[in-house]
Every structure is written in structure tokens, then in C-alpha cells.
């Protein structure tokens, strides 16, 4: 089996040969990156309480809010830029998936850190494993020469 790590920065970003299932998959991931930053954008709540099960009754509560609505801004620029990225330059999907792939990473990470105090497990915590697995096998089918 080999791999052709070159595949992420390719020479001509233009055109994607390998595997097409990858850039079906990985549209619809980002379509997901969108809606969820749209979610903690735009919910009234960020997506804190009725979501992530965040109690924002408590005194500071309007902060938390705010702050999942910022952290629903940023996720909305990586994505829309990932968008851009993914069908104006097909050649940098296996970049593309490679960094949708850091963010169950960075989330786990974080969620050592510190962990948020929730009523339930949040979705971005339970599906940090499956969507990481995922991910890394895209990039490696995404690579394979």
C-alpha cells in the first residue's frame, strides 16, 4: 500500500484523482460544519443549554452564551473557508479532510484541560471518536497512490 503524502500539498491543487467517495463524504461533513456553526451562531441560546445541556441560568449564564456564539462564528469562517478551499481547489481535499480530522483532536484535548459541566453529554463529545476514525480513514483513502 502506498501513500502519497505529496497529495496534500499537491502541484496542481485543480483537480482530485483519487478516490471520489472521499469528496462525497467530506461534502457532507462540511454541510454538517456549516449547520453547526449556524446552530451555535444563530440558536438563541448558542446551542449551550438545549444542546450541550450547559445550565446558563446561573449567574454569568449570558457569557456562556456568548461565547457559544462566537465559538459558532469562528467554527462558520473555518468552514465557509474549507468550503471555498474544497471546490474551488479539488487537489487540497486531502488537506481539507486532514484538518476537519484536527478538530475531534482539539476538541478531546481541550475536554482534558478543562471539562464543561453539563445535565448530558453534549454531541460534539460523543462523536469525537467515530467522526476522528472517519476522518482518518478518508485522509488515508484520500492519500493512498
Known amino acids: 500500500m502506498n501513500f502519497d503524502f505529496s497529495a496534500v500539498f499537491p502541484d ?15 461534502a457532507l461533513l462540511l454541510f454538517v460544519m456549516v449547520v453547526r456553526s449556524c446552530i451555535h451562531l444563530f440558536a438563541s441560546d448558542g446551542g449551550a443549554h438545549r444542546i450541550a445541556g450547559v445550565d446558563t441560568s446561573v449567574e454569568g449564564g449570558n457569557n456562556i452564551i456568548a461565547m457559544f456564539h462566537q465559538w459558532g462564528a469562528i467554527q462558520l469562517i473555518l468552514a465557509v473557508l474549507l468550503c471555498v478551499l474544497f471546490f474551488r481547489y479539488p487537489g487540497f481535499t486531502p488537506l481539507i479532510v486532514l484538518t476537519m480530522a484536527f478538530d475531534p483532536v482539539m476538541r478531546f484535548v481541550s475536554g482534558r484541560i478543562l471539562n464543561v459541566t453539563s445535565t448530558r453529554k453534549p454531541p460534539g463529545a460523543l462523536l469525537n471518536a467515530p467522526a476522528f476514525v472517519v476522518l482518518t480513514l478518508l485522509f488515508v483513502a484520500s492519500i493512498k497512490g
Open 12 to 26: 496542481d491543487p485543480s483537480s482530485y484523482e483519487g478516490f471520489q467517495f472521499v469528496r462525497i463524504v467530506a
